[in-house]
Every structure is written in C-alpha cells, then in structure tokens.
C-alpha cells in the first residue's frame, strides 16, 4: 500500500518550487509598477493591473460566461478578490515612498500572520521548528530595513498594511482548495478590475505608449504569479509554504539594482543570506522528515 506521505512530500516540494517562481514574478511586476509611480496615480496603476489580467483571462470564458464563473463559493471569491486589490493598491502606494527592496522587506511579516490565521480558520499544526524558522527569517528581513530608518517611516505602513490584507487572500485560497485556479483568477482580476474602474475615475491621468507598455508588463507578471499562488497553496499546507515567500526580497533586490542601479548594503546581504538560510532549512527538513516518515 502506499504511504500517504509518499504522495504528500512530492506535492509540498513542488509547491515551493511555484511559490519560488511565482515570488520573482511578483517581483518583476513591482518593478514595472515602481517605474510607473513617476508618471501615474497608484490607483491607475492597479487598475491597469488588473485590467491586463481580465483580458489575459479572456480565453476561460469561450465556452460562456455562465459556466466560466459557475461556482460554490462566490462570497468567498469576491471577498478574495477585495483582498487581493487592497493588498497591491498599498504596497504600490507604497512603492512611490520608499526602494522596492525595503517594501518588500516590510511585507514580510505576511508569513507569521498566515501561520497564524491558519491555525485559527484552517486547523493547521505548526511545529516549533516552522515558527523558528519564519521567526529567524523576519530577523533577517529587520537587518535589511534597519529600524529607524525610511523603511519604519509612515510610509512602512503601506506595504504592512498589504501583508496584512493579502494574508486573508491566502486563507480564502485554501478554504476553497476544491475550486478550479481559472475560476479563482477569473474572479480576482473581473471584481478588481470593476472595484478599481470606479476608483479611477477620481484620479486619472492619460498613459502614454511607454505607461500602457509597462502597464502590460506589469499586469502580465502579476497574473502569472497569482496563477503561481493559488497553485502553490493548492499542493501543500499554507504554513509550509508561506515562509518561502521571502525568497521576494532576493528576487526584488536583483531586478531592483538590474533596473535603477541600487545595489543592496552589506545589510542587505546579510539579511537575505539569513532569510534563504531559513528557506533553505525548512525544505531540506521537508524531505528529511517525508524520508523518516516512509
């Protein structure tokens, strides 16, 4: 007979393989979202977003929109899709205040409160060693942004405020573990879409064919890693997978010096090394505990 962890271990460390990927997709999406707070409003900003992920969806609804958004859970997919818009509309606002790398780092508090939301509305166990782990890659993210500095100015509470929302978005993926990730998607970038075309009309401003180029940029990358997301939290537990969204902040300070020239502090390099080395430990005890198992 097979063993249930036999199917499970596999599972889990394929699901940090797409949370890898889907975190330098979100990455690159912030870097495009960063270039575009000079010329447009932040708001804009998300609504173009979202606008390039319903057209991107476009082709899950040729059989009709009544069976494209057929679903058990639309309360929870709208409250979902809420999350999600909230979530990107702050951390983008918050991109016009402060370097990528430390917004990101900022957002990096989303682990423990998913670990701790999961825990209260999915039932989940989570050993000390996970805890310490996610604890020991926050350290790193502290010695990144240095408290005192601009990072832990008002403007930090953009991004903070994004991890938090976010956090829920990710809890609703898992209550809705049996709903197809298309029809998820569908429903985040159509109720986004519609939520932020009403915001926008409040503060719009012209785009030119570089804004509109960056916009496509930026909404391409943002749909890739959403898809990424509720794939990820789809084959293993929200809190095996939710430390490894640090691997972010790497991600962010390479695109980041690739595309403005700010090269990341010895700090930096410090805390990132820390952070990975959580990751790392975390994975490499997934597999030793899977081999124990069976």
Wanted: glycine content about 8%; overall charge positive; some cysteine.
């Amino acid at each position: 007979m097979t063993n249930r962890f036999e199917l499970k271990a596999p599972k889990t460390l394929l699901g940090i393989g797409i949370i890898l990927l889907g975190a330098f997709c979100w990455a690159a999406s912030d870097i495009a979202s960063q270039y575009l707070t000079d010329s447009l409003p932040a708001i804009q900003i998300t609504w173009l977003r979202y606008v390039v992920m319903l057209l991107i969806m476009m082709p899950w609804m040729r059989r009709g929109v009544g069976l494209a958004v057929k679903t058990r859970y639309l309360k929870l997919h709208i409250f979902r899709a809420l999350s999600t818009v909230a979530s990107a509309a702050l951390f983008i606002f918050g991109l016009g205040y402060m370097p990528i790398a430390d917004a990101t780092a900022v957002t990096f508090i989303q682990p423990i409160i998913i670990m701790a939301l999961a825990i209260v509305f999915l039932g989940e166990k989570v050993d000390l060693a996970r805890w310490l782990a996610a604890c020991i890659g926050l350290i790193g993210v502290l010695i990144i942004v240095q408290p005192g500095s601009s990072a832990f100015q008002w403007a930090a509470l953009l991004p903070l405020g994004a991890a938090s929302v976010y956090s829920f978005a990710v809890i609703i993926t898992r209550l809705m573990v049996d709903e197809p990730a298309e029809v998820t998607m569908l429903y985040t970038a159509f109720v986004g879409a519609l939520v932020l075309s009403v915001l926008t009309l409040f503060d719009w401003v012209v785009p030119s064919l570089q804004d509109l180029a960056l916009s496509v940029v930026a909404g391409g990358f943002a749909a890739a890693a959403n898809f990424m997301v509720l794939i990820a939290y789809r084959l293993a537990p929200a809190s095996n997978i939710a430390p490894f969204t640090y691997s972010q902040l790497i991600w962010a300070s390479g695109l980041g010096f690739l595309a403005f020239g700010v090269w990341p502090t010895a700090l930096t390099l410090i805390g990132a090394a820390i952070i990975a080395g959580s990751g790392i430990y975390l994975a490499n005890r997934e597999r030793i505990d899977a081999k124990q198992i069976i």
